[in-house]
């Protein structure tokens, strides 16, 4: 199984001003899955995986909330293509971690700060 049950993926990130962008939010979970402009390609090709998986715009949803509730997965399970869309997602936030690990000059490319349900690679 991909993914253990009754999990959702979880993420943590120090509440501080991001250093990363100039956009002056403070880098919590919203800044960094949706506004955090270090990312904003590795976002646009999740967003496209999103659409597809979930057949819904990131324009369809009333707020970031609403949004983050899906993409965190606590609002999509049980629905179609579940699994895949949480793939996508932890794909996401992995590429992601690292490009932050890198631009904090950190060297080591542990997800220490994000928790993630445990998964299996497929083989
Ligand atoms: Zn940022």
Redesign the pocket.
Known sequence: MFIEKGRYLKLEVEKRI??????R?V?DET??LL?????NDLRDEFFREFSNLTHTKKEDYKNNDELLKVILGSEWKGKPNYKQLIKSVFKFIKRSMKRRKVQEGVKSDRLDTVHLPRTKTKR
Do not use: G, I
């Not at 506004?35 to 990312?39: A, G, V």
């Open positions: 991001c250093p990363f962008c100039e956009r939010e880098e800044h960094f506004h955090c402009t270090l990312y």
